[in-house]
């Protein structure tokens, strides 16, 4: 039997035991002209709930009166929940409350999981002033995780030439590491080696020398060396005049550039023997 059950019970066996007893008399009158009280049970006629209000039954054991009363909607909900966004590593999800007999609702925060799924993403290289590391990252908010690896300090250092060196200067070459920007030099002896540039200061002709200087076009220091000359350029001989039996014949020719002439001449004709001279059989 119930608690309510029981409760029920008892009250009416209380209440047959005062009638027995005498009760309240008669209805609405007295009994041996004593005022008469009513001596009221209760019982519940509907059970209140969240939603509706209930209502409650009295009853005077004595002489029967009745009146009810109403039993205020009371404040427990049924509740059921119903997961509506799951919480994550890093976001909160949230829960939702509904009461199955008023339809009541309310939500509430789940705290996030802290819960992270790292996933390999990449090694990033030390450099000789920075920290590498193995890098995770969470598949579901991205967060990275890093597992450092020490700067190596290992400079990587590229050159330049910052001064180019020349034949009596020094120069100097510039080393930057790639990495860090740190920068020393060191310097470049100078060459020794003049770079010449050659011009004709003194034209050679056919009889005369001419002249080639040489200047080192870094400092300056210059040097000369003879042209030699260049010799006749002569054009064909050109007979002047035939030579006879009585005098010499003329050849001459002449060189085109500087317009030198050179002769020579013809030996005489051989005279032809006379008639005395021919030889007899």
């Known amino acids: 039997m119930s608690k309510k059950g029981r409760l029920l019970l008892v009250l009416t066996l209380a209440a047959a035991a005062l009638i027995a007893l005498g009760g309240c ?12 009280k009513h001596e009221y049970i209760a019982t519940v006629v509907k059970e209140a709930t969240c939603k509706e209000a209930g209502e409650k039954s009295f009853r005077c054991y004595g002489c ?13 909900h049924k509740y059921s929940s119903t997961v509506v966004k799951e919480a994550t590593c890093a976001e909160t999800g949230e829960r939702e409350f509904t009461c199955s007999v008023c339809g009541k609702t309310y939500k509430e925060n789940i705290p996030a999981t802290g819960n992270h ?17 193995i890098v995770y990252k969470c598949k579901t908010c991205d967060r990275e995780q890093i597992d450092a690896i020490p700067a190596t300090g290992r400079h990587e250092f590229e050159s330049r030439v910052s001064r180019r060196a020349t034949c009596v200067e020094i120069g100097e070459i510039t080393y930057t590491c790639k ?32 002249e080639l200087t040489f200047t080192c076009r870094e400092c300056g220091t210059s040097y000369s060396e003879t042209i030699a000359a260049r010799g ?3 054009g064909n001989w050109q007979t002047m005049y035939e030579p006879t039996t009585e005098q010499e014949g003329l050849q001459q020719r002449t060189c085109p550039v500087c317009g030198e002439t050179q002769t020579k001449s013809i030996p005489k004709v051989t005279p032809a023997p006379s008639g005395d001279d021919t030889p007899k059989n």
């Open 25 to 36: 008399g008669s209805k609405g009158g007295k009994k041996n002209n004593v005022a008469h």
């Open 64 to 76: 029967g009166d009745t009146y009810t009363e109403a039993i205020p909607p009371t404040e427990d």
């Open 117 to 133: 799924m790292f996933e390999y993403l990449e090694t990033r290289q030390p450099t000789c002033v920075a920290d590498g590391g």
């Open 179 to 210: 990495n860090c920007g740190l920068e020393y030099t060191e310097l470049l002896p100078a060459t020794g080696k003049h770079l010449y540039e050659s011009k004709i200061t003194k034209e050679a002709s056919c009889t005369a020398a001419g």
């Open 232 to 234: 006749h350029n002569w």
